[in-house]
């Protein structure tokens, strides 16, 4: 049974920064690319960043480009999102998703992405 854990979320001042994980159980991480993708109340989820399997390949919403970086350590089966700069507008529920998706491709999207996790909440505000 595949299950994808997220936790590092909380508040956070604008400005701040935080650290999210998504630790994987039941699937071996380092074979499949890893999406984050953040959904406010009653609105779409949408795509934060994508690494390839390897690791060597990321994209990003511009959105939170040059403030947001995603990293992996396949040997823990961990993926992080590190959040820097934060601003209220990046408050959100973020997940984390695997799949066997080419993050150059349309990665954004929801449909290729095979398992997802429950999510942590991540609020900016003064």
């Known amino acids: 049974q595949v299950q994808l854990v997220e936790s590092g979320g909380g508040l956070v001042q604008p400005g701040g920064s935080l650290r999210l994980s998504c630790a994987a159980s039941?699937?071996?991480?380092?074979?499949?690319?890893i999406g984050w993708f953040r959904q406010a109340p009653g609105k779409e989820r949408e795509g934060v960043s994508c690494i390839s399997s390897n690791g060597e390949t990321t994209d990003y919403n511009d959105s939170v480009k040059g403030r947001f970086a995603s990293f992996r350590d396949n040997a823990k089966n961990t993926v992080y999102l590190q959040m820097n700069s934060l601003k209220p507008t990046d408050t959100f529920v973020y997940y984390c998703?695997?799949?066997?998706?080419?993050?150059?491709?349309?990665?954004?999207?929801?449909?290729?992405?095979?398992?997802w996790g429950q999510g942590t909440q991540v609020t900016v505000s003064s």
């Open positions: 998703a695997v799949g066997r998706v080419d993050c150059l491709g349309t990665w954004y999207y929801l449909y290729p992405w095979d398992y």
């Open positions: 039941g699937v071996a991480l380092d074979g499949y690319a």
